[in-house]
């Protein structure tokens, strides 16, 4: 890709992409629970795959705000499709931020050169929301590391070329911490489940992976061992940026298709929907929640382009576009009567792919724990709130 792409460039191309590439399959997909693999070869071979990647890795060098305005773009076709870029980028975070040269060059560069997945394993069975309390476990040895445990909902695992893994290590049979593990997916005793069934999402693929006596070399630690928590947080806030991202592009979507649908729709004979006060009144308030939502994304990804601390306002900007994301769609639905319901309207497709946007990435809950954590120390601090 050419050096020069402005953002509305960008915008642009990612948007062309989604209507002219990705629409004409998001409904197949989606029935078919099928993993779209000609069109992210595509994506790949157009820059676009790993556009958020430094250049010098191999990527386009996307900046955080064109990152989130892209990820916003493709959302509004489709968000399971979408998610194989944000995994892909989020995965491989650890290694962008805190790899050595030489893993940069083996998990990143390579990856991208072969147009191969990366899949990230953090959650597990018995821990979701407390990350913290890993038990997958990594044990140094004479030759490296021995890996045991499991992960579940790795997104893009199916078809995952190396899984980034958070386990909690033990060196020297004294300190414990987390860590981050780059294992590729042909390491023996890695062994990858079945896609799991559900009702957003479809065409991303979540299956459990479980790794039995993985013996890794050195160079699979990313970052020191036990200082995995900071790598955390970091790699959370970004992908937190696509959660908000995708969340106003979902409402956006909802909103212009909607205008056309109100603008149509006659219930009774001489009144369309948008002569309804309710129906202005509800779509009006839901383009001001967009804005604010944009706001707020923008504020985080002005802050991360420039190399400050933006996690408690990604956790706000995912908390925010998330929620309001369940809510519109749920609205919007109730706004197309029975077509709402129906699968050939596109509408309960974005409806039930909302839905799982307040649950990933650190649910709504968590993000106001986030919140609520940073807010009190501002209380007492000079600035105050
Ligand atoms: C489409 C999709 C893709 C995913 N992709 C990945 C992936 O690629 N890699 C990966 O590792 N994971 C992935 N996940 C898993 C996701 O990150 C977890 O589902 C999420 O972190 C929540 O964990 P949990 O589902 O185990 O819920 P739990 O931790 O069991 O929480 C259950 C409920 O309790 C609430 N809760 C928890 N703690 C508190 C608290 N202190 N106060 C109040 N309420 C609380 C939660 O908000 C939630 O509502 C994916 C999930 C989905 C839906």
Known sequence: MEETRSRSEWQRTFRTFAEEVMAPHVRRCDEERAFPTAIHERAAAEGILNAAFPEEL????????????????????????????VFNRGALHPVVAAGTPEQKELFVTRLLKDNGYAALGLTEPENGSNLLAATTRAVRTDSGWLLNGGKCMSGNGTVADVFVVLANTVVDNRKRGLSFFAVPRDSPGVTVGEDIEKAAFRCLPTPSVTFRDVALEPISLIGRAGDGEILLNELLATIRIGGA????????????DALAWVGERRVYPDDRLDTLSHVRLTLGRLYVELCAARELLERATALADRGLPFGKESSMAKYYATELAVRASNEILQLYGWRGIAADHGVEKRWRDARALTIFEGSSEIQLLNVFREMRRAATGEGGL
């Open 58 to 85: 191999g990527g386009s060098g996307l900046s955080c705000t064109e990152f989130g305005q892209v990820i916003g773009e493709l959302s509004a076709v489709c968000p399971g499709m979408t998610w194989t870029l």
């Open 245 to 256: 991202a995708c969340g106003t592009g979902i409402v956006a979507a909802m909103l212009k």
